[in-house]
């Protein structure tokens, strides 16, 4: 059976570490980050996190049940640090883009905590503060319940799951990334219109598009459609 976690303010060690270090589950969870960013999920261990922090790995049982509860509480650190300052403008629309912009910039500003935590739901307060402010932005708009969870659902699954895409881009090595890339510039539009006539009339475009992220496209995708239907329930008087 895990134990229980102590709360917050009776987790502080009384006494700094050797390195002068106060604990706390912030600064755990920063350090997390800059072991992932530097040494991806595989080099993330208790060892090596006690190690950084300049305390024995069992310490950081006081502040999480586990490595798993970890990494969760990465992921809500990475969704307070979307929302951080953001306040909604009463625009439905212009609103949500925002959040969604803001929370796929955070992701991808951590790539490598990005692919690790994106498909999680964590519980935790900065989690629930974004899916309570995405629900109200969409309830005060005039969706009913239903259309609200329909909505909701399509654009944090689509958030996060591009996040992860293009996160796993850019956690490639810089040389295989490149190469990538380079595939639409070189295979792609070097293929003859008589074999491959859509890809090669579509190539240059291709090109410059292919290397950039979908995310704001397909954000407006799902913005068309919620406001047609939101027309839709005024029309009707179904609002």
Do not use: N
């Not at 350090?31 to 950084?52: C, K, P, V």
């Not at 969706?143 to 591009?162: E, G, K, M, N, S």
């Not at 190469?179 to 410059?208: C, N, V």
């Amino acid at each position: 059976m895990a134990k229980p976690v102590v709360p917050e303010e009776r987790r502080r060690r009384r006494r700094p570490t050797k390195s002068g270090t106060v604990l706390s589950e912030s600064l755990i969870v920063h350090t997390a980050l800059r072991m992932l960013r530097e040494h991806g999920s595989t080099g993330l261990t208790a060892r090596r996190l006690g190690t950084a922090l300049d305390c024995d790995p069992s310490t950081l049982y006081r502040y999480f049940r586990g490595m798993d509860d970890l990494t969760l509480a990465i992921g809500d650190a990475l969704i307070g640090q979307a929302l951080e300052g953001w306040e909604p403008t009463g625009e439905w629309r212009a609103d949500l883009r925002a959040v969604g912009l803001r929370i796929h910039t955070a992701y991808v500003a951590h790539p490598q905590a990005a692919q690790l935590t994106a498909g999680r739901v964590t519980g935790r307060a900065h989690e629930l503060a974004a899916d309570e402010a995405v629900l109200e932005v969409l309830r005060t708009a005039g969706f009913p319940v239903p259309d609200t969870v329909r909505i909701y659902h399509a654009f944090i699954d689509q958030t996060l799951a591009f996040a992860a895409l293009d996160a796993a881009s850019l956690a490639l090595p810089s040389a295989a990334l490149r190469a990538d890339e380079e595939m639409w510039g070189s295979t792609y539009a070097r293929l003859p219109a008589a074999t491959h006539p859509r890809i090669a009339e579509a190539a240059p475009l291709l090109a410059t598009r292919m290397v950039t992220s979908a995310y704001p496209t397909a954000l407006e995708m799902v913005l068309d459609s919620a406001a047609a239907r939101l027309e839709e329930l005024r029309r009707t008087g179904r609002t």
